[in-house]
């Protein structure tokens, strides 16, 4: 992959770059599609990245269907799939990690410590390897973009970072990899995440301000399914990540929730 | 910088990498001549990188000649000086650096536990910066050319890594900017080092295979000297860095000394 990147740029191609964990759904292919019409290649990556799961956590669980996810790609003019295995990617001996300060310590990373950790670090590799121009990440993983954002800053990368809105079913749950896991009898109860964002941007429509009174709202309609058990709710600077009091100015609400045993996230813009 | 070094990669030009603290002498020209020879570009980099020293330490004091150093690297055909300044490199909200967990224990991490993480944190980004298809290192930083190919290898650089022999004084004394702070009477305790490292050979050779026994000699030539306080004296594998009891295998023998204010470091092979 890489001499082959190396290759392109010397022919003066320009490289857009999707990396993924696979099981692909609508909210990639969107992503992929933006991608398509930023570059002269579009490369995504298929890689279920150990360095980013707790012990505990859905490793071994995590879907993988690589004949889907190739078709896929295919579909939306993905001209290269990199698709390496664990032994590639960390080799005997490995020991280098990227990590960022501040961004990391809330919201995922509460419950997570080593998450953004595994995920800046797969990432550099990823980025080292395919050499983008441009690379196309979620807005549904709001903290990671604004990580990644933050290290292509940090480490000069010189790649534009370009978020793609969240992409979402009929009935607004947002879409993710990990919707799989989740039992027909516990869906109204993952539409809550939703539903609290809907309910806060209505609030702050509204005229409410208090951050801590929209959360609360949030927190009583998501817990009135017993099924779920809040990881976090919050309202944050959309750059910084840190909590805010007043949503008197452009605001992220975000969280977190498990239902059932399946953790999911969401999040969507307040105050604009 | 960056968009140059991408207009020389699409012109089809290779680029070597010499990156320096400045204050040069004859060990950063080696390996200026050594980059010279392996690609059609030749970038030297002078910045005194803030977050490799500690408080206490040398920062401010270190010294600084730019002029002089411009003027030496052209003598050996240096094409492009890259001179960025601390805020242009660590801008507003830098949080994000690169660490290694093992290879920065030892030697000289123990009394400069930040110092690995701010020279590979640099190093990434003068190497994204620079897009270097070889770097060169001196083996005088002995420690720290071990981290940078660890580096390279674990986070997928594709930059050929290539260390430079250590450039002496003609009474053994190691090359090092650092040198400047010695004051005349401090030479015959300073030169301690050098032969510290021969004696240790000489016994090497004539059978000695206990690592122990080698540096409790060193230890007592060094010692021998008032003004000096030894730091660590050790014999390592040369990949690992770890300690070896045993020459019994190619070793590395590697010192840090404090001559009076000034620390100095040396190190040479063991066992070959």
């Known amino acids: 992959m890489q001499s082959r990147a190396g290759q392109l740029k010397r022919a003066g191609r320009t490289i857009a770059f999707v990396p993924t964990m696979g099981f692909l759904h609508e909210g990639h292919l969107s992503l992929m599609r933006i991608g398509r019409e930023r570059a002269d290649t579009l490369v995504a990556s298929i890689f279920v990245n150990p360095t980013q799961f707790a012990p505990g956590e859905d490793f071994e669980a995590y879907p993988r269907d690589m004949q889907r996810d190739l078709a896929m790609a295919r579909s939306v003019g993905v001209d290269i799939v ?3 295995d664990d032994t590639m990617m960390y080799a ?8 960022l300060e501040e961004l990391p310590r809330g919201l995922c990373g509460q419950s997570r410590p080593i998450f953004f950790r595994g995920v800046a670090t797969v990432v550099a590799k990823l980025f080292n390897i395919v050499g983008p121009d ?3 990440f979620g807005e549904k993983d709001f903290q990671q973009l604004a990580v990644i954002r933050r290290m ?13 809105p969240t992409v979402r079913e009929a009935d607004g749950l947002a879409m993710s990899s990990r919707n799989a ?3 027909p009898e516990e869906r109204p109860a993952a539409l809550s995440l939703h539903d609290a964002l809907r309910q806060s941007q209505a609030m702050v429509r509204a005229g409410e301000r208090r951050a801590d009174a929209i959360i609360a709202a949030a927190e009583r309609h998501i817990a ?3 099924v779920n058990t809040i990881d976090y ?10 909590d805010m009091a007043s949503v008197d100015r452009p605001a992220r609400m975000a969280l977190a ?4 045993a399946t953790r999911l996230i969401d999040n969507m813009a307040l105050g604009r």
């Open 152 to 164: 292509v800053k940090d480490l000069n990368f010189g790649i534009e970072i370009v978020g793609g």
């Open 257 to 260: 929730v498990k239902v059932g």
């Open 92 to 99: 005997q001996g490995f020991q280098t990690y990227v990590s």
């Open 181 to 183: 896991y989740l039992r």
């Open 134 to 136: 441009i690379a196309v």
């Open 82 to 84: 990199f698709t390496p």
């Open 233 to 242: 709710i919050a309202i944050a600077d959309p750059d910084t990540l840190e």
């Open 224 to 226: 009135s399914f017993a």
